[in-house]
């Protein structure tokens, strides 16, 4: 899934309707499938913690995190522009809120030397290795920066000790609505595909960019939006990826586009 904001006209319509309003006329259904992994473009915290002064600085309420757990997102990438909104007190609170909804969290880490390392989730013989990073500054040491040239050396150190996981890369970078990705992130992806990367997902330009096939590799360089209150078009749209993976392939792949505000009664 693409950036998952919930503040601002999101947060009215939660405090209005609850929290399953968001899910309503998805494609797919979230519970169905193992993992679901969203960009959580926010912090979690407490209101007591100050906000930090900038243009824009997104703030949830931690009771909604397990609303968005029962309805499957079970994993949120950290490594963006915003989970670091109400400063890094309010990053630490919004990892042990997320642990506490079952909500796992990758991409930041409460220790500043573990930013960098992947979540490894599995189904039996089947395992994934999910990398995020940011190449947008957020001001925080617990979130991930690695630009490409790290992370191409620290995926292909991976691979060469996990041949068989599938390592699937969380971006967040670009440029905010644009329609196609720059030529350096095209550079990037291949790099990074040829380092190990078997599917790599970006977010952060809030619309909805192509999807290349490199190799035997898939980029998608942009998801769009998930939730968010951009009610006007491209913004509006979101698209959904969903990966079959086993014995270490992705055996499918399908995608779906929906309009993001309209799921909300909008």
């Excluded at 913690?49 to 824009?56: E, Q, S, Y």
């Excluded at 809120?97 to 390392?117: E, M, P, R, W």
């Excluded at 990367?197 to 035997?216: A, C, F, M, S």
Aim: net charge positive.
């Amino acid at each position: 899934m693409g950036d998952l904001m919930p503040d601002r006209g999101i947060r009215n319509e939660i405090e209005k309707k609850g929290t399953a309003v968001l899910f309503r006329g998805l494609p797919y259904a979230l519970e169905t499938v193992d993992f679901t992994v969203a960009n959580l473009e926010c912090a979690v915290c407490d209101s007591g913690i100050t906000k930090v002064d900038k243009r824009f600085a997104f703030r949830a309420t931690p009771k909604w995190l397990p609303g968005f757990r029962k309805h499957g997102v079970n994993i949120v990438s950290l490594a963006n522009n915003h989970s670091a909104d109400c400063g890094e007190d309010g990053l630490l609170q919004t990892l042990a809120f997320a642990k506490h909804s079952g909500i796992y969290t990758v991409g930041a880490n409460s220790d500043s030397t573990l930013v960098g390392t992947p979540l490894v989730i599995s189904r039996g013989k089947t395992r994934v290795a999910l990398f995020s990073s940011s190449f947008l500054k957020s001001g925080s040491k617990y979130i991930c920066h690695a630009l490409a040239k790290k992370l191409e050396k620290r995926i292909r150190n991976y691979k060469a000790n996990y041949p068989h996981t599938i390592v699937v890369l969380l971006l967040h970078w670009g440029i905010e609505g644009m329609a196609n990705p720059t030529s350096g992130q095209v550079q990037d992806a291949h790099l990074l595909v040829d380092a190990g990367v078997d599917v790599l997902v970006g977010t952060h330009p809030h619309v909805v960019q192509p999807i290349e096939r490199y190799k035997n590799s898939l980029i998608f360089y942009s998801l769009g939006n998930f939730i968010f209150d951009n009610s006007l078009p491209p913004r509006n749209k979101g698209m959904m990826a969903r990966l079959e993976i086993r014995q270490g392939q992705v055996v499918d792949m399908d995608t779906a586009t929906f309009n993001i505000y309209s799921r909300h009664g909008h």
